[in-house]
């Protein structure tokens, strides 16, 4: 089974008459004594089934269509074989940020492969706002004096005039 307590998620490894090993994602091997273990409150993540819901977050400009981005997610994502088919992904506009309108993407993953399964669905929603034009932005500030005059533009820093490579940003 794959759990999770006070911080730590793994796979337990051993059941021993006094002690629990698990085995961390990163590979260490955590002890704990059974009787500190169950006077915690502990998550056993496969004992039902063997997924998570997760939320993955993404921004797009202001300006663009909501249905139509949450459509293209929900058609992206459908064709994802590790996703589960019972219970579904859904899309929310979750936020107005700075810069970006942000959509929680909630997604159902497989707890063993969560990580990766998380990468390919940001990975598939990016390259499906790309093929679509949905445009997903960065952080931009612009600073303008009372008379209306522009003064400063932020730049990325790998953009600024002192760098000696300027002219690959322009």
């Known amino acids: ?6 911080g730590y998620r793994g796979r337990v490894s051993s059941l021993g008459y006094r002690s629990t090993m698990i085995e961390t994602l990163d590979g260490s091997i955590i002890a704990f004594q059974n009787s500190q273990l169950f006077n915690k409150n502990f998550r056993n993540m496969t004992r039902n089934h063997k997924f998570e819901c997760s939320k993955v977050e993404v921004g797009i400009s202001y300006g663009t269509d909501v249905e139509r981005a949450r459509q293209i997610v929900l058609e992206t994502l459908s064709s994802l074989p590790f996703l589960s088919k019972v219970k579904k992904t859904s899309v929310v506009l979750d936020s107005f940020g700075d810069s970006s309108v942000n959509l929680g993407v909630w997604v159902w993953v497989p707890v063993m492969t969560k990580s990766s399964s998380l990468s390919s669905v940001r990975e598939h929603i990016y390259n499906a706002f790309n093929e679509h034009g949905i445009s997903i932005p960065f952080p931009q500030r612009a600073s303008t004096q009372l008379s209306g005059e522009r003064i400063m533009e ?3 820093d790998y953009c600024r005039k002192s760098d000696r490579d300027y002219h690959t940003c322009q």
């Open 1 to 6: 089974d794959m759990i999770e307590c006070d």
């Open 154 to 156: 932020w730049q990325p």
